[in-house]
């Protein structure tokens, strides 16, 4: 995904120090980028990237043998890991260990301290408000404008307080985990023309369905509407630079 390359150095950083052939598990791994990033960095490490939807895995293993990296990708859920206890030397998730409708955050906090050797470096991002991504800070208001109230789900709701700034790292100290620390991250990322950026925020995720149920003619309101929203983003190149935040957090076991 476009929009999360940004957060790879911040992510990485705290685990790019293991020694040679330290086991690095990302959780909720989706297809991956962050496990292919890390690969390309270090290729000495052995990286596993682990997610519920064999889909998005085979994507993964498509974009790992392409590029010749030594990723294994497991289908396991992060709420009973299929990994013994103490035999991960670092954890990393971009958006995916605390995401809401996954697993219970506390469990998930819990089989990540089990598996994470004593010492151990977990590093994640989560989003912690719905405004502060730009896929659904646009495309939820795009789509309100033209749907009657009450047809788009009130998402903002299951982030209201399981996400709240110092929820997370509630679950992570009740897990056991030391040394938690946690900042905001800020980024841009750049979409090269309106295409690119319609085709991802109207034809991915949790609102390519409601961008679906859209007759032909709303379908053409929403590009118009989404066109004027993102205008002030536009670049001299005449692509869009669009700002996210995020929490990045890090911790130990």
Not at 10 to 22: D, Q, S
Not at 44 to 52: C, Q, S, Y
Not at 78 to 95: C, P, T
Not at 136 to 162: C, H, K, Q, Y
Request: proline content about 6%; overall charge negative; some cysteine.
């Amino acid at each position: 995904m476009r929009l999360l390359a940004g957060l790879a150095d911040p992510l990485l950083a705290p685990v790019e120090g293991l020694p040679k052939g330290a086991h690095v598990v990302q959780l909720a791994c989706g297809t991956g980028e962050l496990s292919l990033a890390l690969a390309r960095r270090r290729l000495d490490l052995r990286v596993t990237a682990i997610d519920v939807n064999p889909t998005v895995l085979d994507a993964g293993r498509a974009g790992a043998a392409a590029q010749n990296l030594p990723v294994e990708f497991r289908t396991m859920s992060m709420a009973g890991l299929d990994l013994a206890d103490g035999s991960v030397d670092a954890i990393i998730s971009r958006m995916g260990m605390f995401l809401p409708g996954t697993a219970p955050f506390d469990v998930v906090a819990r089989e990540a301290a089990r598996i994470l050797r004593r010492g151990g470096p977990l590093s994640i991002a989560t989003w912690s408000d719905l405004a502060d991504s730009p896929y659904t800070r646009i495309g939820l208001s795009v789509l309100r404008r033209l749907l009657p109230e009450g047809a788009v789900p009130d998402m903002e709701v299951v982030f209201s307080e399981s996400a709240r700034p110092g929820a997370f790292e509630g679950y992570l100290t009740d897990a056991g985990f030391l040394d938690i620390e946690a900042e905001w991250f800020q980024w841009e990322t750049e979409y090269p023309d309106f295409e690119a950026w319609w085709e991802f925020d109207a034809g991915f995720g949790a609102l390519k369905p409601l961008f679906d149920s859209l007759s032909a003619g709303q379908r053409a309101g929403a590009r118009e509407v989404m066109a004027d929203m993102i205008e002030e983003h536009r670049t001299p190149s005449g692509g869009y630079r669009l700002p996210a935040t995020a929490r990045v957090i890090t911790a130990r076991r």
